[in-house]
């Protein structure tokens, strides 16, 4: 089908749409999560730096030095990633091809037009403010 303007969309064009960006604002928010995940990792991750000074100067060597060793260069997953890297191969691969995919279902069936939904709902609600309400019925 060719592209066309948002207004002459079929209610089920419009409504598959308005799925089509709550699943991408679904992974846009699943993203912020992630960076809230490699943000609280990085603190964890500083009290743990600290803490093999503080151990260190305690005496306790050993313990400073598997903080040193073995906790602190380590990554969050099984390949021994860094919680950037997660975001990094995230935002470059998934979310990056549902944002492509977003747009083009965009632009091929609304004109690249978003929210059409919205925009109806809108168009929908300022008519009806517009007119006098119905008269109740006398039953």
Do not use: C
């Not at 799925?19 to 603190?43: N, P, Q, S, T």
């Amino acid at each position: 089908m060719e592209e066309r303007e948002s207004n002459e969309l079929s209610d089920t064009e419009r409504r598959a749409l308005h799925e089509i960006e709550l699943g991408a604002e679904w992974v846009h928010r699943a993203h912020g999560a992630l960076i809230e995940f490699h943000h609280d990792i990085g603190h964890g991750m500083d009290h743990f730096a600290r803490a093999e000074t503080l151990l260190r100067d305690a005496g306790w060597t050993e313990l400073a030095d598997a903080l040193r060793d073995e906790q602190l260069p380590r990554g969050v997953d099984g390949h021994d990633r860094w919680s950037y890297e997660v975001i990094e191969e995230f935002r470059d691969g998934f979310l990056g091809e549902i944002t492509a995919f977003e747009n083009t279902a965009h632009r091929r069936i609304a004109g690249g037009k978003r929210h059409v939904a919205e925009r109806a709902q809108k168009q929908e609600w300022s008519n009806r403010a517009h007119t006098e309400p119905d008269e109740p019925s006398s039953e």
